[in-house]
């Protein structure tokens, strides 16, 4: 179901949460709803093949080392060697390997 309809998360945790609240049967009625909820939900595998192509990029592409200004710097010592330093967290930045920056791993619509 993905994003398609991202509420049916939520109602898979809440029934699962019931279930175990309320226990079996009592609970019997409020999986169905689920069930059935899910049955027709819209779907989409939009997150899943978004998550498999960048997986697939980390596990088979020659990937840079990760850029000085986006390492953490918890120590004095990291801080000297230039870790994080010039930082901006809601920058514009690609932060991706240079060989990766043309990837597109989301697609709003599947086809």
């Known amino acids: 179901i993905g994003l398609a309809d991202p509420f ?6 809440s ?3 019931a279930v175990h609240f309320l226990g079996m049967p009592e609970s ?3 999986v169905a ?3 059935i909820y899910l049955a027709k939900a819209p779907k989409s595998r939009a997150v899943d093949d978004a998550y498999a192509k960048a997986k697939d990029d980390v596990q088979n592409q020659r990937l840079d080392p990760i850029p000085l200004d986006i390492r953490n710097a918890p120590t004095q010592l990291m ?9 901006k967290p809601y920058g514009k930045k690609d932060h991706r390997p240079k060989n990766l920056h043309e990837r597109k791993y989301w697609r709003e619509k599947q086809e």
Do not use: R, S
Not at 8 to 13: D, G, K, N, Y
Not at 79 to 87: D, I, P, R
């Open 28 to 30: 019997n009625d409020i």
């Open 79 to 87: 801080k000297n060697f230039g870790f994080g330093k010039g930082y």
């Open 8 to 13: 049916a998360l939520v109602l898979a945790i």
């Open 33 to 35: 709803e689920l069930v």
């Open 15 to 17: 029934t699962q949460q």
